[in-house]
């Protein structure tokens, strides 16, 4: 029997409690959070503010009442302060917890600009149900929006505002959208994404945002730019990106790592040997490279809460974490994008590093037999290593779900680091419906060999 | 340069001929076919039939013309009677044709069963383009169908039948549809395809024709079955499945395998080092048991047809054929049903033989966050082996794409020999619109681990 201490109530927090529990019933597990709620699904926030889920209380997994019934007390609102190691002692709320494990499940915070004015009314960002629900209210009463950061949930959000009937002006550092792509991908991205928005987007790239104009109420008037721009909208939504939470465990002296976020290892171990953390507040490793990364996803937060409840309430057997390839995906009307692993422009960056001689192939054909009704295009490009032949990344765009069927297995291929041989030897199931009988994986896969031997 | 003989004109020696061809312009390359097309699409006939696809010709990928164009003359009607392997020779349509290398491409024919009147009027099998329009003309003119056989291509035609108003009577010498899939996983299958047919369908299980009756003038009017049953309609589709052509190579001393398909090792070679087969004459080595199998499908002739022709062409290169998953999909209505690997049922089969403790775990759950709209159920099982923890075969069936997205997901693990942690550490894109936080694959991957850990 143990005492295992979870500081969290996200995906990461959750997982983590409930999986120690139930691996040894006789386990005493408390969990921890500053929020006034747990278990809810941030991704679901866009969908909700565009109106696909209409009740913001679905976006609840899972109540505190479900893990009271399951035998773990959780305690809303109260703030992780200080944590004791050498003791096993933890500061919440003023009170001295004690614990013979600690899981770490602190969670992520909003990039804010740091810049004047940036806390008006009406400047929000989207972190919270409590968030999703004031930015909805004030869209069903606006017109237009300034709208921060071009990545997944700025498109997401695109997408929500323009069905709602606003014009969306986008302010985004880089020169383009989707910038985790390749550049010249993101382009075929972003060419799509404004050509659907029509007028109703106004883009404003590589600026930055040098302050934020009110007026005498407080409330968000305008947007300066350094390019000095002035930007107006009825409000002001910042997607800013997140960052991890780790003041807390950065002053109780637990390593941070060179992403900023708190050092694990394979098990989910901090440098404290019975401290674990996961979840968006912690690094991992890159599957393809072994190099630390930082990327604050529901799924990886899952798998690593499970990683560390496991090593937590085992002393004899262990469990590993392999590591994240960093898939990502999203929809913006009837199109679909998505990634997987690296971009060549991550493995020109990794090469002196890792040993790698970076090549890609980019294909465009038809989802389907071509003799199919609802035929539609596929771009897929696929990046490998011109030396061992091996597979590093995939990135695609086409309709609906045929770009998630094909990333989700080259995702699978880069678990196993598969060789662009492999790939073209993928047998994948295979019916007009769903594929041409040459599928696009195995097109680029082609492509890529050619390469590879020339 | 060389002269490289390929006959047929169906998936595997159109791209057998182009490919040998394209690898080296300077090789005279033949395409002879017993056929007066090449290069059209089979899988495509039911939904000829069906009416998504309008015209007959659109499932003709190439014309004659198009191989002409590259420089490969092909000759139609053209039947190959006898290879003599020590000469070098084939003797096509009388004639004497001599070759350095020869591709056999022979395709597979329709089973018929051996009954009485089984060639009478309005008995349809299911091979060609002109199968596809007269199936198609009579359906148009008919109420009712007798079809025998209740795997995919039966499953589709059923689809096709009930759509343009038939009543299907459905006879399978099996004692269910999908017996390819385990048995209780088929009994949902079909659960799912009888109440989707409502009262359209009458099948009958276990029971094999041993007569037809006909009219006076040899026209098609009951089937009589073993147990007695006679079964009218208006016209009846064998979909029986098929067997390899191997009558020529077999009386010319090229190697017949063990299920009676031409040998071939991974290269595609038969027995003569000069003579090479491939598609759906050749039997094929499971990538899992590396025991040979049978199975006729378009993507897998395409990659024997590649294979073949590399190394027809280069006498320093050689390329191996990896081997088949027997990856196969299907659509019914809304339905996707598909597998590949193995199941359960095989891996038993199979178990002395490679050493196998086959375990299995199925789950359902919902294909996308819950609170998205147009959520579907998704019912997945993956077999694994319990001593090395290796992922042998998945089985599933959902709506739609979403089973696709998921099957192809696992035939690539399949092809990595990928575990069962393998598979719960799969970094899987992830988006409410696609998928839950926790894919169905890693729901039963965490069911399978369990079942491993006892």
């Known amino acids: 029997m143990k005492k295992i201490v979870v500081i969290g109530g996200g995906a990461a927090g959750a997982k983590a409690a409930s999986k120690a529990k139930r ?19 941030l991704c679901g926030l866009p969908y909700y503010i565009e109106g696909s889920v209409d009740d913001i209380n679905k976006l609840i997994v899972r109540t505190p009442q479900d893990f009271i019934d399951k035998g773990i007390p959780v305690f809303l609102n109260h703030e992780a302060q200080e944590i004791f190691p050498e ?10 917890i004690f614990y013979d494990e600690l899981i770490l499940a602190l969670g992520a915070k909003v990039n804010v600009p740091k810049v004047e004015n940036v806390h008006a009314n009406n400047i929000f960002t989207l972190r919270s149900l409590d968030d999703g629900v004031n930015i909805k209210n004030k869209m069903l009463q606006s017109k237009s929006v300034l709208l921060v950061g071009g990545g997944y949930i700025g498109i997401e959000l695109t997408e929500a505002f323009i069905k709602n009937g606003l014009d969306v002006k986008l302010i985004e550092s880089k020169d383009r959208l989707a910038s985790d792509f390749d550049d010249d991908f993101s382009k075929i991205i972003q060419d799509i994404i404004i050509s659907k928005c029509d007028t109703h987007i106004e883009p404003y790239f590589s600026r930055k945002i040098v302050k934020f104009e009110v007026d005498e109420k407080n409330n968000f008037k305008s947007a300066i730019t350094d390019k000095g ?36 290892d394979t098990k989910m171990r901090t440098n404290y ?17 072994r190099i630390p990364t930082y990327i604050g996803l529901g799924t990886i937060a899952n798998k690593e809460g499970r990683v560390a409840a496991i090593n937590a309430t085992s002393d004899e057997y262990f469990e590993n974490f392999d590591g994240v390839l960093k898939s990502t ?41 071509s003799y199919m009704p609802n035929v539609n295009d596929i771009t897929i490009r696929i990046v490998a290593d011109k030396r061992s032949g091996e597979i590093l990344g995939a990135q695609g765009i086409g309709c609906k779900d045929n770009i998630s069927q094909r990333i989700n297995t080259i995702a699978s291929a880069l678990k196993s680091r598969a060789t662009v041989d492999d790939l073209l030897h993928l047998d994948l199931p295979y019916a007009p419906p769903f594929s041409g009988s040459i599928d696009p994986i195995l097109t680029a896969a082609y492509k890529l060999k050619e390469k590879l031997n020339k």
């Not at 953390?277 to 490793?285: F, N, R």
């Not at 998505?338 to 422009?345: A, H």
């Open 229 to 264: 721009d002035e930007i107006f909208a009825d409000f002001c939504v910042l997607a800013t990106g997140a960052s991890p939470n780790v003041e807390v465990a950065k002053k109780s002296g637990i390593h941070i790592g060179s992403t900023g976020a708190i050092y694990v």
């Open 329 to 369: 995906i999203t929809r913006f009307f009837d199109y679909t994008i998505s990634k997987t692993g690296l971009t060549y422009k991550d493995a020109i960056n990794y090469q002196d590093r890792i040993n790698l001689v970076p090549i890609y192939a980019t294909i465009t054909k038809k989802d389907k037999a």
């Open 87 to 96: 003791k096993n002692c933890i500061l919440i709320n003023g009170n001295h």
């Open 273 to 289: 040997k019975n401290i674990y953390a996961c979840g968006d507040c912690t690094e991992a490793y890159c599957i393809i490279t």
């Open 23 to 41: 691996l040894e019933p006789e386990n005493h597990v408390e969990l921890y959070t500053n929020e006034d709620k747990i278990a809810y699904s």
